[in-house]
C-alpha cells in the first residue's frame, strides 16, 4: 500500500458515479471485508454455510482495509465493510454508497500508541506520528489531540499504512502511531515499553462501522441484500450467544492468524451491533454518541478540516434504515 492520502488514491479510480458501477449482470454479489472484528464475523457465516441456506448468491472478498475501499470506488466488489467517515470520503470522490446496516462502534479497539519514554498525547507535541492519512486512524489522532488541548499542528505527520505501522513504530522513526486491532495489538507487542495513549473508547461513537452497498446493484437486488443483512446479524448473534462464542471467536482468529485466547480477550474493544441496538441507532435520539446521524455529522467536520474532502457530505444521502428496520 502507498503511504500516500487514500483519498488522492481514490480518485485515480473514480470519474462520476458511472465509473464506480458494479456489473448488475454478474450473478454473485461480492462483499468486502478485512481484519476488524466487526467485519471478521461474517466469516462466521462463509464457514456454517447461511448464504447458501439464504438463497442468495453472496461471495465474501478479502482485503487490507485501505485496498477494500479502492475496489469498492473502482466498481470491483458491490459492498464493503468500511467505517462510515471513510465511505463518506469515497462518496466525496465519487463512489458513493448506502448504509444498509449498523456493523458496529469501536470501543478502545483502534489506539494511538506511543514509542517508550512517550507516555501521554501531550507528549507527542513537536513529534512524528505514523498514520494512514485521511482515514479513520487520522482521525482519531485529531480527537485524542484536541481532547488534550493540541491540534495537528502541534505534530508532523508522517504517511504510514496501517498495516506497517509496528514496523514504523519499532524502527524509533515516529514517536506514535495509530491502528486498529489486531495490527494495534501487533504494535504494542513487538515495541517493548510502548503504551495506548489515546483509544476509541475515549471517543464512543466517533468511529462507526457499516455495510455500504453500491446504489446500483441495491436497486437491482433489494431482497437478497436484506437476507445479507439479516445474515450479518445473525453472524453477531451466534457471537454474543455464550453457547457458541467460542466457535465464533476461533472462526474469526483463525481468518487473521490470531490465537483464539489473545482474539477473544480484545473482542470487547468493538462493540458490536445487534440487530435491536442497530434499529435504535438509525432512529438514534438527537445528540446520543451512537447515533450514526450524529456521528457522521462530527466526521464529516473532521473530514473537511483535514482535507480529506472539500465539499460536504451529508448524512442522509448515505443511511439507509429501511432494511435493518423491516428485519425481524
Request: include cysteine.
Amino acid at each position: 500500500m502507498k503511504c500516500v492520502p487514500r483519498i488522492a488514491c481514490l480518485a485515480l479510480f473514480v470519474s462520476g458515479l458511472a465509473a464506480v458501477q458494479p456489473s448488475l449482470s454478474a450473478a454473485t454479489l461480492k462483499i468486502g471485508y478485512s481484519d476488524w472484528p466487526g467485519y471478521t464475523v461474517f466469516e462466521v457465516a462463509n464457514q456454517k454455510g447461511w448464504f447458501k441456506d439464504a438463497g442468495v448468491d453472496a461471495q465474501l472478498v478479502w482485503f487490507d482495509y485501505g485496498p477494500s475501499i479502492d475496489a469498492f470506488s473502482a466498481g470491483k466488489i458491490d459492498a464493503n465493510c468500511v467505517v462510515a467517515s471513510d465511505a463518506m470520503g469515497a462518496g466525496a470522490a465519487g463512489a458513493k454508497a448506502k448504509f444498509i446496516a449498523l456493523i458496529d462502534y469501536s470501543e478502545g479497539s483502534d489506539m494511538i500508541v506511543g514509542k517508550p519514554g512517550i507516555t501521554s498525547i501531550k507528549d507527542l507535541k513537536g513529534q512524528k506520528v505514523g498514520i494512514e492519512l485521511t482515514l479513520v486512524e487520522h482521525m482519531l489522532l485529531i480527537e485524542g489531540l484536541e481532547q488534550n488541548g493540541m491540534t495537528a499542528n502541534d505534530v508532523t505527520l508522517v504517511g504510514t499504512s496501517t498495516n506497517n505501522t509496528p514496523q514504523t513504530l519499532a524502527s524509533g522513526s515516529v514517536a506514535a502511531i495509530g491502528a486498529w486491532y489486531p495490527i494495534s495489538y501487533q504494535a504494542l507487542t513487538q515495541v517493548p515499553g510502548s503504551k495506548k495513549l489515546f483509544t476509541s473508547a475515549q471517543a464512543k461513537g466517533l468511529i462507526y462501522d457499516v455495510l455500504a452497498v453500491n446504489p446500483a446493484s441495491l436497486a437491482a437486488h433489494p431482497d437478497d441484500w436484506a437476507k445479507i443483512a439479516a445474515i450479518y446479524y445473525k453472524c453477531v448473534a451466534y457471537l454474543m450467544d455464550p453457547a457458541t462464542r467460542d466457535d465464533a471467536i476461533k472462526i474469526m482468529a483463525a481468518k487473521v492468524g490470531a490465537d483464539p485466547v489473545v482474539y477473544g480477550k480484545y473482542v470487547p474493544g468493538t462493540h458490536f451491533e445487534t440487530l435491536a441496538e442497530a434499529k435504535a441507532n438509525y432512529k438514534g435520539d438527537a445528540g446520543s454518541a451512537t447515533n450514526i446521524h450524529d456521528s457522521m455529522v462530527k466526521s464529516d467536520k473532521v473530514l473537511l478540516d483535514i482535507g480529506a474532502y472539500k465539499n460536504s457530505q451529508k448524512a442522509e444521502d448515505y443511511i439507509y434504515p429501511d432494511i435493518v428496520l423491516a428485519l425481524q
